[in-house]
């Protein structure tokens, strides 16, 4: 059984940053794209970022280009979403997401059933 674990969520004021973190077993982070998605209360789960397993490639939701970056340390198999100049309209439940695949994929792939491996979620709360 694959488990993903985000940290690093909490409550930060609007203007705020805040860095996420996602680990996973050594085998599978290798193997894996990994993805950030986010749920907002009475919305659907939307991609946020997404990375390649060597990290070459990265992607963006467009609408958070420049605010959010993603990264991944292969050495310690976590994956970071660093935020910055948080919005209230921020606030969401963050998800990790794990792609694996047999050989590198440099593809971008933002739709959730592009993943078999979620996370539970880390909680982040931006207030006005």
């Known amino acids: 059984q694959v488990q993903l674990r985000e940290s690093g969520g909490g409550l930060v004021q609007a203007g705020d940053s805040l860095r996420l973190a996602c680990t996973t077993s050594?085998?599978?982070?290798?193997?894996?794209?990994m993805a950030w998605f986010r749920q907002a209360p009475g919305k659907e789960r939307e991609f946020v970022a997404g990375?390649?397993?060597?990290?070459?490639?990265?992607y963006y939701a467009d609408a958070l280009k420049g605010r959010f970056s993603i990264s991944r340390d292969n050495d310690k198999s976590t994956a970071f979403l660093q935020m910055d100049s948080l919005h209230t309209e921020d606030t969401a439940v963050y998800y990790c997401?794990?792609?694996?695949?047999?050989?590198?994929?440099?593809?971008?792939?933002?739709?959730?059933?592009?993943?078999?491996?979620w996370g539970q979620g880390t909680q982040v709360t931006v207030s006005a």
């Open positions: 997401a794990a792609k694996t695949t047999i050989l590198s994929d440099n593809r971008h792939f933002t739709s959730l059933s592009d993943y078999v491996h």
């Open positions: 050594r085998y599978t982070f290798g193997r894996a794209n």
């Open positions: 990375i390649s397993r060597s990290g070459s490639t990265t």
